[in-house]
Structures are given as C-alpha cells and as structure tokens.
C-alpha cells in the first residue's frame, strides 16, 4: 500500500515491514541504539507542502504529539510555520476537520526565510533485530539518543525513495551525524538492509 512519507502512516508502515523481515532481524542481531531524525524544512518541502494529502501526513505526525510535549516548540521556527497554518501549540488536533486545501494556499505563501529551521524530529528505536518505535516527538524529548541525522527534507526523501542511502548522504554532507559512524560501518548488513526495506515502501505523492 502506498502512503505519504512523512506521515503517521509512513512509520507504521515502518514498522510493519521491518519487523516482519527475516533478513534484518538476522544481520541487526546485535545492533543497539536508536536514531534522532531531524528533517529540516526547505525549498523541496514547501512545494511538497502545497498538495493537501502530503500536508495531512506532516500534520499527522504534530498531531501524534500530546499537547503537553508540543510546547518545547514554543518560540521556535516550527510553531511559526503551524501558526501561518492556523494551528496552535496546544490545540486538539482532528486531522478530519483541517481544511487542507485552505492551508496549502497558505504554504505557497510561506517563505522559507520566514520559516527556516523548522524541523520534524522522528524517532527511530532499533535493538537486536527489532524496531521497538518508529514514532513523531518534540525536541528534547529523546536526551540522550545514540545518534542523530540531520539534514533537509530533500536529503532525507531521496533516502526514503531508494535514490541513495544513508552512509552515501553523510560522506556528501548532505546529512550530518552526530554518534559513531564507526559503529555504523562496522554494522554495515543492518544498516543497508534497514535501508532496502524503508525504500521498499511505495510513497504516495
């Protein structure tokens, strides 16, 4: 089934197809530690944007975020760019009732100026062969995670459609990690198959 990335439903899917693998749950046996991925909004982003099933899925994941957690974004860029949507920090949010097509006339007003370093943080927690959460979260919420990518949007969607893979963007710097790249070449059949099976995952646009 093909689903929007990013979206609730693109983590689902996530999760579904890495824990149903064989392959992986072999190669990652001993693999420990999670993954903070902060997707960066850019030029590629706000034109995504502006189609209202891509839209819906970004809002899914701010909408998967309790209310009492959304407020680490206060002050930042990321609640600029929900406030020029008409959606606030501590608001319920019923992804049925959005007028998205309002909104996506509302994104191609944005510029990115106004907007830069907003950011979506995804939460990807792997130990021994298993995925245990592929999930949205706040900034800070996840203190300690053993790595972090981040980088812009594009970067991160020529991943998920299996143009490049992840070692390939951080040695272009197109994403920058922070933990032991080390410890993910030593890793290199799980990492590859992780990649193989997000890639798999058809991409609705």
């Known amino acids: ?19 149903s693998d064989a392959t992986y749950r072999k190669v990652a046996a001993n693999w ?8 960066e909004m850019d030029q590629e982003a706000l034109k995504d944007f502006q189609k209202p099933k891509v839209l ?18 206060k002050g930042t860029p990321t609640e600029r760019f929900v406030q020029k949507l008409g959606i606030t920090l501590d608001q319920d949010i019923d992804l049925l009732k959005l007028n998205y097509e309002e909104m996506t006339r509302k994104v191609a007003e944005i510029k990115l100026d106004e907007i830069r370093g ?6 990807l927690d792997f130990w021994h062969g298993e995925l245990r959460n592929a999930k949205p979260v706040a900034p800070g919420e996840i ?4 790595f ?30 922070r933990g032991d790249l080390g410890y993910m070449m030593r890793n290199a059949a799980a990492v590859t198959r992780f990649g193989q ?4 995952i058809p991409i609705e646009t």
Request: hydrophobic share 45%.
């Open 1 to 19: 089934m093909a689903v929007v990335f990013p979206s609730t439903d693109w983590l689902n899917e996530l999760l579904k197809v890495v824990n």
């Open 32 to 39: 420990e530690g999670d993954f903070l991925c902060i997707v």
């Open 56 to 73: 819906r899925g970004l809002l899914s994941l701010f909408a998967a975020i309790p209310k009492e957690k959304r407020v680490a974004f």
């Open 118 to 123: 907003a950011s979506t943080y995804i939460w």
């Open 143 to 146: 203190p300690s995670p053993r």
């Open 148 to 177: 972090t990518l981040t980088g812009p949007y594009a970067a991160f969607k020529e991943i998920v459609t299996g143009k490049v893979d992840t070692t390939t963007q951080i040695v272009r710097g197109k994403l920058k990690l």
């Open 197 to 200: 099976l997000m890639s798999s």
